[in-house]
């Protein structure tokens, strides 16, 4: 794995048969959370690609449990590369990697690099170099975790068409292509105080100009109201057919409406309405002051 000085960058190309370079595959199985912070800044550095560049790269920082069974992806920076058909090289900016990292520590030291990222769903040659790679970025004895992400508009997969894998070696001889990447269970892990803007941001596809503005407090809270009854809707119209008989019941599902039935606070009616005129009174006052 040759170092080209003049590009500051670490050029993998296949090379011969070695018994080095590869991180020996857990064998406690583990799961991996994505905050949608590293979502956005994926499709941002995509956007904002060059025009002969097909998908981009970079690298995931997150934090791992004690245990190393969950991994929660937390930032990321995109990562020069550039990928040559006809040599069978892909020279990735390892210095620019280095120094990135360098400069993310001192305002987050505690998230350690996890893995990286790349555009696009299909797994190809070049994946398994750049794993390697970053397999000995990665704190042992853990795995790297290679996200992708699926930038087709026509891509009807859930999760927005993010997968991650792990990588372990395959075959005889022990050689950085010779890869096979396992999938690993991967959600969208996001705060309370971040669904609100996720929604803002979701309601924008149903629109022709891909766009949309803030809604004042009370619309916010009309739009909750509909979205609560709506859900209530379906919970009744699914708890009448399965006592009909229509659909069968599930136990899973049965415990899940008691539990969350039973943290429902049992307060009168009359009383929720005085509550309720209080708080709207409450908010309208704040809002005559502020104006």
């Not at 790269?57 to 245990?67: A, H, Q």
Request: aromatic share 8%; with cysteine; glycine share 4%.
């Amino acid at each position: 794995m040759p170092i080209d000085a003049a590009t500051s960058a670490l050029n993998l190309s296949f090379p011969p048969t070695t018994t080095a370079g590869f991180v020996v595959p857990q064998s406690r199985s583990f799961t991996v959370s994505v905050n949608p912070v590293v979502l956005f800044s994926i499709l941002d550095h995509y956007l904002r690609r060059q025009e002969n560049q097909h998908r981009v790269i970079g690298t995931l920082l997150g934090v791992r449990s004690e245990d190393g069974s969950e991994v929660e992806v937390r930032n990321c920076f995109p990562v020069p590369h550039d990928e040559t058909q006809n040599q069978n090289q892909v020279a990735v900016d390892m210095e620019y990697h280095h120094n990135m990292f360098e400069l993310h520590k001192k305002v987050n030291a505690k998230e350690i690099i996890v893995g990286w990222y790349a555009t696009g769903s299909n797994l190809n040659q070049w994946n398994a170099l750049i794993q390697d790679f970053y397999s000995k970025e990665v704190m042992p004895p853990f795995q790297a975790i290679h996200l992708t992400m699926d930038t087709d508009l026509k891509n009807e997969e859930k999760l927005l068409g993010v997968k991650t894998y792990v990588g372990a070696p395959i075959g005889i001889s022990a050689k950085p292509e010779n890869c096979l990447f396992l999938p690993v269970p991967c959600d969208v892990k996001y705060f309370d105080a971040e669904r609100s803007g996720l929604d803002l941001l979701a309601s924008a596809k149903d629109e022709l100009s891909r766009s949309t503005s803030l809604i004042s407090d009370m619309d916010n809270l009309e739009k909750t109201i509909v979205a609560v009854q709506k859900m209530l809707e379906r919970i009744s119209d699914y708890v009448n057919k399965v006592l009909d008989g229509s659909i069968p019941s599930n136990n899973t599902i049965g415990r899940f409406l008691m539990d969350t039935i039973s943290v429902v606070p049992k307060i009168d009616k009359a009383e929720f309405e005085k509550m309720f005129n209080s708080h709207l009174q409450s908010e309208e006052v704040q809002t005559n002051q502020k104006r």
